[in-house]
């Protein structure tokens, strides 16, 4: 029974392509958030989502679109893609949308762009 | 604005040794502060946090941190180390109030030797 799943685990594509991670909780929380890690291993965050209502939205390019359809699904959609999107993208989920609480994070998404 | 510093990139000890690993905090108030591990190829999975009251505090896996206000410090420490403790760890500082958001350091890598 997994938490919290991404598909896919790995991406490969070229430049300019257009591409979407989906992620799936089955925690029963109200917050989703989308991370990405750099190779340095460096993890931002990106958005938030809380019961389908978007809580936070960092300094990223509007080529990035998370969409939430229901409060147990965030998705994110690229457009356009570049190769210094190449990175791992994690999704994560949590009870409640303030920070404190517990962040359960799904296996990661590894997108490699050439 | 909260900021983490993990001074130490990356950190090799023997099975069996000590483990301490540090972490300083930048954040006007009392934070809230996370420890996560990362092993590889796999999402974060919290260790331990700390909100208030005792200053030491037990986590997962044998694992304690004691927060010190004096020092804005929240290190990580196991007093002896198992092979499957080689991973990444990440310390994280939330702020709280409508922020929301889960700031982490660069992390640090840790090897253990035979």
């Known amino acids: 029974d997994t938490a919290v799943s991404q598909t896919p685990k790995y991406l490969v594509t070229q430049m300019g392509n257009d591409k979407s991670i989906k992620c799936e909780q089955n925690?029963?929380?109200?917050?989703m958030y989308w991370y990405k890690q750099d190779s340095k291993k460096f993890l931002k965050i990106m958005f938030s989502?809380?019961?389908?209502?978007?809580?936070i939205n960092e300094t990223v390019p509007n080529r990035f679109s998370p969409k939430s359809p229901d409060k147990a699904h965030l998705n994110l959609h690229i457009n356009s893609l570049e190769l210094g999107d190449s990175a791992v993208y994690f999704c994560?989920?949590?009870?409640?949308?303030?920070?404190?609480?517990?962040?359960?994070f799904g296996p990661g998404t590894r997108l490699t762009v050439l | 604005a909260q900021s983490v510093t993990q001074p130490d990139i990356h950190i090799t000890v023997s099975e069996g040794a000590s483990l301490e690993l540090r972490c300083n905090y930048s954040?006007?108030?009392?934070?809230?502060l996370f420890w996560y591990v990362q092993s590889p190829g796999q999402g974060l999975q919290l260790l331990l946090k700390y909100f208030s009251g005792d200053t030491l505090v037990q986590g997962i896996k044998g694992f304690e941190a004691e927060f010190k206000r004096s020092q804005s410090s929240f290190n990580l420490r196991k007093p002896s180390v198992h092979w499957s403790d080689a991973a990444e760890y990440f310390c994280a500082v939330y702020g709280g109030g409508s922020n929301y958001k889960l700031t982490f350091g660069k992390g640090t890598l840790l090897t253990v030797n035979p």
């Open positions: 925690l029963g929380h109200d917050t």
């Open positions: 954040y006007g108030a009392t934070p809230y």
């Open positions: 989502y809380n019961n389908k209502e978007l809580i």
């Open positions: 994560a989920s949590s009870r409640l949308k303030s920070g404190f609480n517990e962040q359960f």
